[in-house]
C-alpha cells in the first residue's frame, strides 16, 4: 500500500526557511513524477512545485528562486526547501504522486511578519 508521510512543517518568521520532507512508501516513488501542494485558509488548493522521474523541475510564479523541490530516489523521499518565507506562504503543505489520488496528510507551515 503506498502511503506518503510529510514532515519539517513549523513556525517561522518571514524571511527564515523550512525544508519539507515527504517520504513515499512502495516502489513506485522512482517512476513517478511528484508535486508539493499548498492550501491557505479559505483558498483552493495550489500547486507549488513538481518534479519529473527525469528530473525536470516546475515552480508556481509566487514561488520561483525561493523554493526548490528535489528528490532522492535512494530513500523514496522528496523534498521542499523554502527560503526568504513570506506571510503568504502560510498554509498547509500537502506531497502527492502526480495522477494519483495518493496524497500525505499535510504539514502546517506559518509564516509569522
Known amino acids: 500500500q503506498v502511503q506518503l508521510v510529510e514532515s519539517g512543517g513549523g513556525l517561522v518568521q518571514a524571511g527564515g526557511s523550512l525544508r519539507l520532507s515527504c517520504v513515499v512508501s512502495?516502489?513506485?516513488?522512482?517512476?513517478?513524477?511528484m508535486g508539493w501542494y499548498r492550501q491557505a485558509p479559505g483558498k483552493l488548493r495550489e500547486l507549488v512545485a513538481s518534479?519529473?522521474?527525469?528530473?525536470?523541475?516546475n515552480y508556481a510564479d509566487s514561488v520561483k528562486g525561493r523554493f526548490t523541490i528535489s528528490r532522492d530516489n535512494a530513500k523514496n523521499t522528496l523534498y521542499l526547501q523554502m527560503n526568504s518565507l513570506i506571510p503568504e506562504d502560510t498554509a498547509v503543505y500537502y506531497c502527492?504522486?502526480?495522477?494519483?489520488?495518493?496524497w500525505g496528510q499535510g504539514t502546517q507551515v506559518t509564516v509569522s511578519s
Open positions: 502527492r504522486i502526480s495522477g494519483t489520488d495518493f
Open positions: 518534479i519529473s522521474s527525469g528530473p525536470w523541475t
Open positions: 512502495g516502489s513506485i516513488f522512482s517512476i513517478n513524477a
